[in-house]
């Protein structure tokens, strides 16, 4: 486990739902927070809420597609707070439309934020990351929904944070042994209006009687888990440098039928004829197995 007091964490989508939890359990743990959004007026909203936390938290208008403004962003941190140890690539928005009707402009919103934007802060964090020579971390918000498919319109969603899911994991193994850590936060429902705010930020606009990814009459705000909640447990991955940061356990039996589901599509065990193939693909998995062996050692 790592020590996290006065270490210093960058969190986008901060002005509110998970983002805002992760501030409230760093602060919490008495680390310093970089709280980004693009929402300038709900940041400080949001700022009103946190406590007695004066001089350890920074307020900062980002949007993560923007890749001038992270790496600026990223230099402003080291100004305020000298190092940063943590980059939570947290801010994310959902489609308002089913995958197969939407168009360019929808794909590109979701993809830049979801995708690119995390691309964009590790292209823009990680050399400070490593620049000061102690632990550091990345945390990548994906989903469940980049575990399981989604029912539209949840579909654009869900391939932007399986491709999350994707990126961290490849990450993590590239990292290993760097000093750098990375872990994929997959929550399901929680108490956001990240719905409602992807509907407003959207650039297309969004059908009100439209269909929802979780039936009728579910509201997140009322069945989701409480934020805070969210960064507590996504604090403990950090500090154990868990590849995987859980936190619904009534997705377990769900996510066994979508893995057994997978094994089953395979073909019988190959025979003498893939001797070439399975050679490489040795290869392949003896280069991640050492990856893994490392990070074992690490945490």
């Not at 943590?86 to 995958?99: F, I, K, R």
């Not at 000093?179 to 929680?190: H, K, W």
């Amino acid at each position: 486990m790592k020590e996290v007091q006065g270490k210093v964490a960058f969190i986008t989508g901060a002005a509110s739902g998970i983002g805002l939890g992760l501030a409230q359990a760093f602060l919490e743990a008495g680390m310093k927070v970089v709280l980004a959004d693009v929402r300038r007026a709900a940041l400080e909203a949001a700022a009103a809420g946190l406590g007695p936390a004066a001089g350890r938290y920074h307020l900062m208008e980002v949007d993560v597609t923007d890749r001038a403004r992270m790496a600026r962003a990223a230099d402003e941190v080291v100004e305020v707070f000298g190092k940063v140890h943590v980059l939570c690539n947290n801010a994310g928005v959902s489609g308002v439309s089913p995958m197969h009707e939407a168009g360019y402009e929808e794909w590109d919103w979701v993809l830049g934020v979801n995708l690119f934007g995390l691309i964009n802060g590790v292209k823009s964090f990680l050399p400070k990351l490593r620049a000061h020579g102690e632990w550091a971390h990345i945390l990548n918000t994906s989903s469940m929904a980049g575990l399981i498919p989604m029912p539209a319109p949840g579909g654009i969603y869900a391939t932007s944070k399986f491709a999350a899911r994707g990126f961290s994991e490849s990450l993590r193994i590239a990292l290993a042994g760097s000093g750098v850590g990375v872990s994929v936060l997959c929550p399901g429902l929680v108490k956001t209006g990240m719905m409602q705010t992807g509907a407003e930020l959207s650039p297309v606009p969004a059908d009100a009687d439209g269909p929802s990814p979780f039936g009728a009459g579910v509201n997140m705000l009322d069945a989701g888990v409480e934020p805070i909640v969210i960064g507590r447990r996504a604090l403990q991955g950090i500090s154990a440098n868990e590849a995987y940061i859980l936190t619904h356990g009534e997705f377990r039996d769900e996510l066994a039928e979508v893995f057994e589901e997978i094994l089953d599509a395979f073909p019988p065990a190959p025979g003498p004829e893939a001797a070439a193939r399975l050679a490489m693909e040795n290869g392949r998995r003896q280069a991640v197995a050492a990856a893994k062996a490392s990070l074992k050692q690490a945490s």
